[in-house]
C-alpha cells in the first residue's frame, strides 16, 4: 500500500510534494511522506542558522538594539546570506509556484512564493541602488516560520495517516503453514484459500478462516471495537489481526490475504480518506478564491499606500504582509483532517465508512429503517413448537421431514429447524430436488411427492385456510405435501440486548425508527410494542422493501437502511443512507455506504451522533480559518494605521501558522461519544 493517504490535501500538499520531488530526485508518486517531513525539517534547520547573522547585519534591528555595526561591504554579505536563505528556504514555494501556474490552479504556493519573491527583488534592488530600505530580515523569518509551518502541518496529516498505518502493522507477516505432522513459518501474503495455519497462544491471527481444532478466547477489539475477547470453537470464523488468547487453533483459510476482512477495512480507510465530499470541496474552493482575493488586496494595498506618498519599501511590506497572511493553510487543512481522523476513528469503532458522503448526510437522518432478523433481534430462530396436523405423521415425523429439506439452507429459520431435530436425535429422511422459492420458503420431491415449508403469506396466496394460531409473537412455518397442510413448526428469535438502548437514543436524538420485515404482523407488532418503535411493516417480500422506503422519501424523511445486505441489497441502494450490518467478514454488503462490523443496532445511534460531531468539527474549522483570514486582511494591509495598529510581514506568518495549529488542534479533539 503506498502512502497515499495524504493525497486529501490535493489542492495543496500534491504542489509542495511534487517541487518537493522535482528537486530532490524522488518519483512523484511511492515517494515517502516521512521524507518530505525530514526535508522540511533540515531545511528549517539551516535557515533558522542563517537568519541570525542576517538579522544581526539589518540596520533596523541594530536601530532598534542601539547598536552600528556596519563595514565595508556589509550590505553585500547580507545580500549573499539572503539569497542563500531565499533559494535554498525557499525552494520548496518557488518550485511549487511554477507548478501551480502550469496547471493553472493558483493555490497556497502561488502566495507564499509570490510573496517571497516580491520582498527578495525589491530589498536586492536596495542594496544596488534603488533608494529605501531593504527587508531581507523580514524575508528570512518568514520563510522561517512558512518551513516551521509546513513540517508542522505535514507531521499532523502524518499523525492522521498513522492511525492507518497502525491498522496495517495488525497483519502479522509470518504464518505457521501446517504440512502434515509440521509446520512450517510462510510469508502472510502467500497463503490460499483452504491452507491450514496453527496460531499459537497469544498470536495474532493470519488469516480470516474458520476453526478446525482447538478452542480459545479471541479479542477482536482492535477490529470491532468490541472490548471483551470472544470465545471461539471448532466451526467459528476468525478474523485476522485479532489475537488468539490461551488455547493454540489450527485455522482453515478462508481467502487470500489481500481480500481478507482488515485489507478490506485498510482499503476503505485510504478511500475514505481521498474521496472527497461536498464539505471538502466547499474548502477547496474558498482556498483558491482566497489566493486570487489575496493577490488582488495585495496589489491593490500596495498601490493605496505608494499612491498616498509613502516610499516604496513601506508599500511593498504591506503588500507582502496581506498577502502572507491571506495563505489559506487552516483552510486547506480544515476539512482533510477532520477527514482522516473521523475514518480511522470510526474504523476502531466498528463502523466502516465506504462512502463519505453518506457518513457526511448521516446527521440528517429522519426516519431509521430496521430489517428485524438478525438486526433488532439475535437472529437466532429456536423451534419452540411443532405440531402434525395429519394422521399419517408424527409431529417427530414432521420435524424430521422439514429439516431434511432445510439442510443444505443458510436461513436462520432453517438453522433452527436443523437445530432441534438434532437435539432429539431425529433419523433424517431422503429428499430430493431442494430449491428456494424467493421470500416465500423452499421446496424439495420426498417420496414422489411435492413438499413445501412455507410462509402463512403463501397460504394465504393459495387460498389454503389456516389453523388457528396461538397469539403469540412466534414466526410460524407451514409443512405441505401436494398442497395439503400436514404441520407447523413455531420458531421465536430473541430481541438483541442492544436493540432497546438502540431505539432509545434515536428517540432522544429525534429520530423516528421503523421495523420492516418479511415476518408476519405479530411478531413484528410484538417486536415494535417492546422496543417502543413509531412503526412496522410485516410480510413484505424483499422488492417491496425498496417501494416502503420510496414512500417514506416521498413523505420527505431522510432515510438510513439497516440491513444485513443480502435480500435488503435493493433497499440499501434505495435509501439515502444504506447501513450493512455485517457480522465480521461478510462486508460483501457492496450496496451500503455504511457498515456496523459489530452488527450491533446502537451503532446506527453512534454512528448518526459521530456524524453531526464530524460536520460541527468541519464547520467550525472552515469558520475558523476564513474568520481569521477576514479579521486579519484588514489589519495587514492597514485599515488600523492611524491608530497605530500594523502586522509585520513575520508577525502575519505566525498568525498564519498558530491558526494551522487551531485548525489541527480543534481536528483532532473529535472523538465518539
Not at 485510504?270 to 478564491?289: F, G, N
Not at 393459495?462 to 397469539?471: A, C, G, V
Not at 465480521?584 to 457492496?590: F, K, M, Q, V
Request: one cysteine or more; charged letters at 20%; proline letters at 3%.
Amino acid at each position: 500500500m503506498e502512502h497515499n493517504h495524504h493525497k486529501h490535501h490535493e489542492h495543496q500538499h500534491h504542489k509542495d510534494e511534487h517541487a518537493y520531488n522535482q528537486h530532490s530526485g524522488h518519483g512523484q508518486h511511492g515517494h515517502d511522506h516521512n521524507a518530505m517531513i525530514a526535508d522540511f525539517r533540515k531545511r528549517f534547520y539551516i535557515v533558522l542558522v542563517l537568519t541570525i547573522p542576517t538579522m544581526l547585519l539589518s540596520p533596523m534591528i541594530q536601530h532598534w538594539m542601539g547598536v552600528e555595526w556596519s563595514f565595508t561591504g556589509s550590505k553585500y554579505l547580507l545580500f549573499a546570506l539572503s539569497s542563500v536563505i531565499f533559494v535554498y528556504g525557499g525552494w520548496p514555494f518557488l518550485s511549487g509556484l511554477v507548478n501551480e501556474l502550469k496547471s493553472k490552479s493558483p493555490g497556497m504556493m502561488t502566495l507564499i512564493g509570490f510573496a517571497i519573491s516580491v520582498a527578495f527583488i525589491y530589498s536586492s534592488a536596495t542594496v544596488f541602488g534603488l533608494e529605501g530600505s531593504d527587508f531581507f530580515w523580514e524575508l528570512a523569518t518568514l520563510i522561517l516560520i512558512m518551513l516551521l509551518g509546513h513540517w508542522i502541518e505535514m507531521k499532523s496529516v502524518a499523525g492522521a495517516s498513522r492511525e492507518l498505518e497502525m491498522l496495517v502493522k495488525l497483519m502479522p507477516s509470518e504464518a505457521h503453514l501446517v504440512k502434515g505432522d509440521n509446520t512450517e513459518d510462510v510469508k502472510t501474503d502467500s497463503l490460499q484459500p483452504g491452507d491450514v495455519i496453527l496460531i499459537k497462544p497469544g498470536e495474532k491471527i493470519a488469516a480470516d478462516g474458520i476453526i478446525k481444532d482447538g478452542s480459545s478466547h479471541i479479542n477482536e477489539s482492535m477490529l470491532t471495537g468490541e472490548s471483551k475477547p470472544v470465545s471461539k470453537g471448532k466451526g467459528d470464523k476468525v478474523i485476522a489481526g485479532s489475537i488468539n488468547g490461551n488455547g493454540a487453533i489450527k485455522v482453515e483459510v478462508s481467502h487470500g490475504t489481500k481480500d481478507s476482512y482488515l485489507s478490506q477495512v485498510i482499503k476503505l480507510v485510504s478511500d475514505a480518506q481521498k474521496s472527497k465530499s461536498k464539505t471538502q470541496l466547499m474548502a477547496d474552493t474558498a482556498a483558491k478564491w482566497l489566493t486570487i482575493i489575496a493577490i488582488v488586496s495585495g496589489i491593490t494595498t500596495f498601490l493605496a499606500w505608494y499612491l498616498s506618498g509613502h516610499d516604496l519599501a513601506y508599500s511593498m511590506e504591506r503588500m507582502v504582509t496581506v498577502i502572507i497572511i491571506c495563505c489559506p493553510h487552516a483552510l486547506g487543512l480544515a476539512v482533510p483532517l477532520v477527514v482522516a481522523r473521523s475514518t480511522t476513528i470510526s474504523a476502531k469503532n466498528g463502523l466502516l465508512i465506504k462512502n463519505r458522503t453518506s457518513f457526511e448526510n448521516s446527521r440528517k437522518v429522519t426516519t431509521v429503517v430496521f430489517d428485524k432478523t438478525g438486526t433488532l433481534t439475535v437472529g437466532e430462530f429456536k423451534v419452540v413448537r411443532f405440531k402434525s396436523y395429519s394422521g399419517s405423521h408424527s409431529d417427530d415425523e414432521v420435524l424430521a421431514l422439514a429439516a431434511a429439506i432445510e439442510g443444505s439452507s443458510e436461513h436462520p429459520i432453517a438453522v433452527g429447524i436443523v437445530n432441534k431435530s438434532k437435539e432429539k436425535e431425529l433419523s433424517i429422511p431422503k429428499v430430493q430436488d431442494v430449491e428456494a422459492i424467493t421470500g416465500k420458503g423452499i421446496s424439495a420431491k420426498y417420496d414422489g411427492k411435492e413438499v413445501y415449508i412455507v410462509s402463512p403469506g403463501y397460504l394465504k396466496e393459495k387460498n389454503i385456510k389456516i389453523p388457528e394460531q396461538q397469539d403469540d409473537a412466534t414466526t410460524q412455518v407451514y409443512i405441505l405435501i401436494d398442497n395439503e397442510l400436514i404441520g407447523t413448526i413455531a420458531l421465536a428469535d430473541e430481541i438483541r440486548e442492544e436493540s432497546y438502548e438502540a431505539i432509545d437514543e434515536l428517540k432522544k436524538e429525534g429520530v423516528k425508527s421503523m421495523l420492516l420485515t418479511g415476518d408476519n404482523g405479530k411478531v413484528a407488532k410484538a417486536v415494535a410494542d417492546k422496543l417502543g418503535m413509531e412503526d412496522f411493516i410485516a410480510e413484505v417480500l424483499p422488492h417491496q422493501k425498496l417501494e416502503h422506503i420510496k414512500d417514506l422519501q416521498n413523505k420527505g424523511e431522510f432515510v438510513a437502511m439497516t440491513g444485513d445486505g443480502i435480500n435488503d441489497a435493493p433497499a440499501l441502494a434505495q435509501a439515502d443512507i444504506g447501513i450493512a450490518i455485517g457480522s465480521g467478514s461478510d462486508i460483501a454488503a457492496e450496496t451500503a455506504g455504511i457498515v456496523l462490523v459489530n452488527s450491533n443496532p446502537k451503532d446506527v445511534t453512534g454512528l448518526i451522533k459521530f456524524g453531526k460531531a464530524t460536520y460541527r468539527k468541519m464547520i467550525q474549522n472552515l469558520i475558523w480559518a476564513t474568520g481569521y483570514n477576514v479579521i486579519a486582511m484588514p489589519i495587514a494591509a492597514g485599515v488600523l494605521y492611524s491608530w497605530g495598529v500594523i502586522l509585520s510581514p513575520a508577525l502575519g506568518a505566525i498568525l498564519m501558522t498558530v491558526s494551522t495549529i487551531v485548525v489541527a488542534i480543534n481536528a483532532s479533539l473529535l472523538k465518539v461519544k
